[in-house]
Every structure is written in C-alpha cells, then in structure tokens.
C-alpha cells in the first residue's frame, strides 16, 4: 500500500484565476493550504478558472485531492503538465 505525502509547502508558489470580490484577504489562495476547514479560496465568476502550482524542487503527482462547494465546482478539469 503507497503512502501519499502534501507536497505543498512555504517554498510551494500559487497563483488562481480570480479570488471574490478582490478580497484575498478573506477569500484569497491561501486558505486553500491553511488546513482549516473552516476557510477556503472563493472565486469570482469567470468562464475559466485556474489554480497553478509552482514548486522549488521536482514532484511526482500521484494523487489529487480538490473539494468543491457552492455554485462554482467544475464541470470540467484537467491537469496539463509544463516542463520548464
């Protein structure tokens, strides 16, 4: 049995399409990593939404883990792979 591990850490880069309101105090990415379940990265409205993810060293993605609420989960995803 595989033991998954977050790869997200301090070093980890986010960057999101659009965050409520410009309030990214309240709303902003960086409650999608702050373990609390009570907070989370709200949107705008936009017809495309996005979450890039930049790391300092090279991972392996195994798995991925996303929680949706309200009126604003995907229909569609999918997880494009930049090599730089």
Same mark, same amino acid.
């Given at each position: 049995?595989?033991?998954?591990? +977050?790869? !997200?850490? &301090?070093?980890? #880069?986010? #960057?999101?399409?659009?965050?409520?309101?410009?309030?990214?105090?309240?709303?902003?990415?960086?409650?999608? $990593?702050?373990?609390? &379940?009570?907070?989370?990265?709200?949107?705008?409205?936009? #017809?495309?939404?996005? !979450?890039?993810? $930049?790391?300092?060293?090279?991972?392996?993605?195994?798995?991925?883990?996303?929680? /949706?609420?309200?009126?604003? /989960?995907?229909?569609?995803? $999918?997880?494009? +792979?930049?090599?730089?």
């Amino acid at each position: 049995m595989e033991t998954f591990s +977050n790869v !997200i850490d &301090s070093l980890t #880069k986010c #960057k999101v399409s659009t965050v409520l309101n410009n309030n990214t105090t309240d709303f902003g990415k960086q409650h999608m $990593f702050d373990g609390l &379940s009570d907070t989370s990265w709200y949107s705008d409205q936009a #017809k495309y939404q996005y !979450i890039f993810l $930049f790391f300092d060293v090279p991972v392996k993605v195994k798995q991925i883990e996303i929680t /949706c609420s309200g009126g604003f /989960c995907p229909k569609v995803s $999918f997880l494009p +792979n930049y090599m730089n």
